[in-house]
């Protein structure tokens, strides 16, 4: 990670380091310094670590760029480029590159110069004595031959693009729930609900309800968390997909009580103005919906396991729960 503050120290350090590596790789450059076309000035830099040249098959790609020079393009378009030299220059057939996993800029420079995303590295940073998550890229030759991402049509996008602000939450409570990204109302479906959702640590995706009409689905793309299923927690991992049928009465919810992000795909249908929803454990929230018209009044009775629906950070926080889920 780059010092904070950057010191002019570490910057002598920066430079002292690439003059030893320059000479230990016989001449061979692999880290340069970003100039601004404009005025020559050095506004960034950008470089594989871990580069042999008498073993150059693979090598991790790492870069930064002034915040002045932010979302305009720069680094993309650097990024292409060294990624071509590496191929072509310095006999590269793989190149990585690793990010946390809230630096969601960085991470989409990487996806926009076409490297492919390979996964979630749980807690794999620390910095400050606090532990982040990292996300995991690679770009091979092949990569470069198309230029798929150019001129996509409007239903086509990638979930960052699309995704909403951090502060989804019940009315009157202050517990943060998921983030989503509404790809079917972005992209024009009307017939289904199709959200990406990131659950971050001590989340969940819901408080703990069963609808009356609307199927739902839910598939994990990354993370571990527990499905709530009737006051019973089920493990979950990536790949797994749980069905919520509708009618049934199954009050659901997921909970990510691991130290990591979760990644859902939930599918539902959408639209259903004769649809009801309950809240076993939630009887202020019924008596609201009750208002709207909204409660499943005659919902089949289901027995409850011994579980509360909440996230274990959020009930050690908040032993009462949070505000307004009562």
Known sequence: AIPHPYKMSDADFWVEEVKKLKIKNNGVLSIFAIRNASDGEAIGAIGYHNYKPDSPHSAELGYWL???FWNKGIMTEVVKGFSKYGFETLGMGRITANVFYNNKGSARVLEKAGFCYEGLKRSHYKKNDKIFD????????SDLTTNANLDRPDFIKHYLEIQKPDNAKYPGSDELLTIGSPFAKKLGLTKLGIHHEELLPGRRTSWPHA???EDEFVFVIEGRPHAWIDGNLHRLNPGDGVAFPSGTGIAHTIINNTESVVRLLVVGEANNDLNKCIYPLQPERNEEIRAQNFLWEDAPKRELGNHDGL???????SPNGPRGAE
């Open 66 to 68: 002034a915040k002045p």
């Open 134 to 141: 990292g996300k995991s890229y690679s770009l091979l030759p």
């Open 211 to 213: 609808e009356s009409l």
């Open 311 to 317: 996230p274990d950070q959020l009930r050690k926080s």
